[in-house]
């Protein structure tokens, strides 16, 4: 059983309010983390027909007699339970009375927002991450493993490949997702529409050019990408809002949480095609990007994520607001550090003086450097970056 680093802030949470809510990708292991958390509480899958059914038309009979110590499993698929569940915690004031799993972030949310707010520690669990992985001696020793691989704890506590495992998680968890969520007639565009996102991995989106290549308008692409998200299959990362240069921009960047899912929908079919791909580069700052961000999430914090880009073309591909300062990361692949690596974080340096950021560049070799003025850590270290 490897230990997840977000064990210890949902403990923390659930010492203070009387629900803790985990939300993340199907199969990222939250009902692990929560049977870890607390192995003595009662577990209820309400994905289960039987059970849903019960919660809905007996919202007072389920609740009294599921009490004090519940797991309720993707707990989004019963919207109505959730006044129950205030009136109830209310009126008995307990800490720590229930868990709540959920892989549907928007409805989840929505359902929080609207009848517990204030009463809900809220937590995102994503797949593993890399010192995750490396506390059992799991971590793939080449970040080109590790991309093709991906991070699903099922990939490694059963050993199974992800030419084997990706192509069924779409099939059994994505597609069916999207249909309870949105009634997308056309599975095969769907599909389609999935390869090019992957094909799209670090690259600002553009909903005209993509809904032109599949044959389909923006307001679709929009659609069905917020589907994605709100499923955590894609997350979008804004410009940052600081524009120094008074350029505006508007696009996000797209990645995906997982890129062994992303190396499937490429039809990536093992490690060693990474070498001469497309797309090797793009992957590569996709894995740091996720991993940056699961450093973020995994110890509780919000993450305040950016990308920079100035009227020259130069751009910064991770801008981080933290302990009211600016840290900038670079991404690159290459496994020798070159002099270009780091020429956009000394502009950026320069541009954002005021703000005296500082400065990171990741890169995919296996030695770091402290320098004067930036420091250079290999890939396996990135979330070192921003895990305080």
């Keep these: 059983m490897i230990a997840r680093t977000l064990l210890v802030k949902a403990a923390e949470l659930l010492e203070k309010y009387p629900?803790?809510?985990?939300?993340?990708?199907?199969?990222?292991?939250?009902?692990?983390?929560a049977q870890q958390l607390r192995p003595d509480y009662k577990y209820i899958n309400l994905e289960l027909e039987e059970n849903r059914a019960f919660a809905a038309a007996d919202p007072h009979g389920f609740l009294q007699s599921n009490r004090d110590g519940v797991i309720l499993d993707e707990a989004q698929f019963v919207p109505s339970l959730f006044p129950y569940l205030k009136h109830y915690t209310d009126q008995r004031g307990h800490a720590g009375e229930y868990i709540l799993t959920g892989s549907q972030q928007f409805l989840l949310l929505e359902n929080i927002t609207q009848s517990l707010a204030g009463r809900v520690g809220m937590l995102q669990l994503l797949p593993f991450s890399m010192p995750e992985l490396a506390s059992a001696v799991l971590l793939p020793t080449s970040p080109e493993e590790l991309i093709f691989m991906g991070s699903y704890p099922r990939l490694y506590d059963k050993g199974i490949a992800p030419t084997d495992f990706y192509p069924n998680y779409v099939?059994?968890?994505?597609?069916?997702?999207?249909?309870?969520?949105?009634?997308?007639?056309?599975?095969?565009?769907?599909?389609?529409?999935?390869?090019?996102?992957?094909?799209?991995?670090?690259?600002?989106?553009?909903?005209?050019?993509?809904?032109?290549?599949?044959?389909?308008?923006?307001?679709?692409?929009?659609?069905?990408m917020g589907i994605l998200e709100a499923s955590f299959i894609i997350f979008l990362l804004p410009p940052y809002h600081r524009n120094f240069d008074k350029r505006i921009i508007k696009s996000p960047k797209l990645y995906f949480y997982d890129t062994g899912l992303?190396?499937?929908?490429?039809?990536?079919?093992?490690?060693?095609?990474?070498?001469?791909?497309?797309?090797?580069?793009?992957?590569f700052e996709n894995l740091i990007v996720a991993e940056l961000l699961k450093a973020r999430l995994h110890i509780g914090q919000s993450p305040a994520f950016y990308f920079f880009l100035d009227n020259n073309q130069r751009e910064i591909d991770l801008i981080s607001e933290q302990?009211?300062?600016?840290?900038?990361?670079?991404?690159?692949?290459?496994?020798?550090?070159?002099?270009?690596?780091?020429?956009?974080?000394?502009?950026?340096?320069?541009?954002?003086?005021?703000?005296?950021?500082?400065?990171?560049?990741?890169?995919?070799?296996?030695?770091?450097?402290?320098?004067?003025?930036?420091?250079?850590?290999?890939?396996?270290?990135?979330?070192?970056?921003?895990?305080?």
């Design 262 to 283: 992303a190396c499937s929908l490429l039809n990536i079919n093992q490690a060693s095609q990474l070498e001469s791909h497309f797309a090797k580069g793009a992957l």
């Design 323 to 388: 302990n009211g300062g600016l840290r900038a990361i670079e991404i690159k692949a290459g496994k020798t550090i070159a002099s270009d690596f780091t020429r956009n974080l000394l502009a950026f340096q320069k541009t954002a003086a005021a703000e005296n950021p500082q400065l990171y560049l990741i890169f995919g070799g296996e030695e770091g450097q402290k320098r004067s003025d930036l420091s250079i850590l290999p890939w396996h270290e990135a979330g070192a970056v921003v895990a305080d």
């Design 171 to 224: 099939r059994t968890y994505v597609e069916r997702d999207v249909r309870q969520v949105l009634n997308v007639g056309d599975l095969r565009l769907f599909r389609q529409f999935l390869s090019a996102c992957a094909g799209r991995v670090g690259q600002r989106v553009n909903f005209l050019e993509l809904g032109n290549v599949l044959g389909i308008d923006s307001k679709t692409v929009k659609s069905w």
């Design 19 to 33: 629900i803790v809510a985990i939300t993340g990708p199907r199969q990222s292991g939250k009902t692990t983390l």
